[in-house]
């Protein structure tokens, strides 16, 4: 099997079946603050289940990750959503696999634009955070609770991410 996994641009299309892209794309949904402001309103579908638990805000400061990137590790959180959105302007990686019967199948890779975050799916493998360049600055909305919230599948051989 082909080890390499090619990086395509993030779109809204091609990561549906893992999350929503979440950017200020297209008009807003309704103008605030007396007209000076866009609201792009409930763009995220925030799902946490479990006793106790709830959303909450955290904030992530990641080392930069240089391509190729060595991809040996994909994790998912049964419990709830995790959304991630940069405090900077900058492109990050994002690592996604579909679902196959309860291990995480061939990996796909995205590169976001600035300005794009994104919201993962309850259950869905994904890589680690992987930003592009520094600071890797994040806010993080997920499941805040008691529960096992994170699985974590090691691959026998890693796979090598790539720009095209």
């Given at each position: 099997m ?7 641009p993030l ?12 950017e200020?794309?297209?008009s ?7 007209g ?11 799902d946490?289940?479990?006793e106790?638990?709830k959303?909450?805000?955290?904030l ?5 990750r240089d ?16 959304a991630?959105?940069?405090m900077t302007?900058?492109?990050f990686l994002?690592i996604?696999a ?8 061939r990996p796909l ?6 300005g794009?975050g ?7 493998w ?20 008691p529960?096992d919230?994170?699985?974590?599948i ?11």
């Amino acid at each position: 099997m082909d080890r390499t996994i090619i990086a395509e641009p993030l779109t809204a299309a091609a990561f549906a079946p893992f999350g929503e892209v979440l950017e200020a794309s297209g008009s807003p949904d309704k103008l605030i603050n007396q007209g000076l402001c866009g609201r792009f309103h409930d763009r995220a579908t925030l799902d946490f289940t479990g006793e106790d638990g709830k959303a909450g805000i955290s904030l992530f400061l990641s080392q930069k990750r240089d391509l190729p990137y060595r991809l040996d590790m994909v994790e998912r959180h049964p419990l709830g959503s995790q959304a991630f959105l940069p405090m900077t302007a900058e492109p990050f990686l994002v690592i996604v696999a579909p679902d196959e019967a309860g291990k995480p199948g061939r990996p796909l890779a995205f590169v976001t634009a600035p300005g794009q975050g994104i919201n993962f799916h309850r259950n869905t493998w994904h890589g680690v955070l992987t930003p592009l360049s520094d600071p890797g600055l994040f806010a993080v909305i997920d499941r805040i609770g008691p529960g096992d919230n994170l699985e974590e599948i090691w691959f026998e051989e890693p796979f090598e991410v790539v720009l095209r």
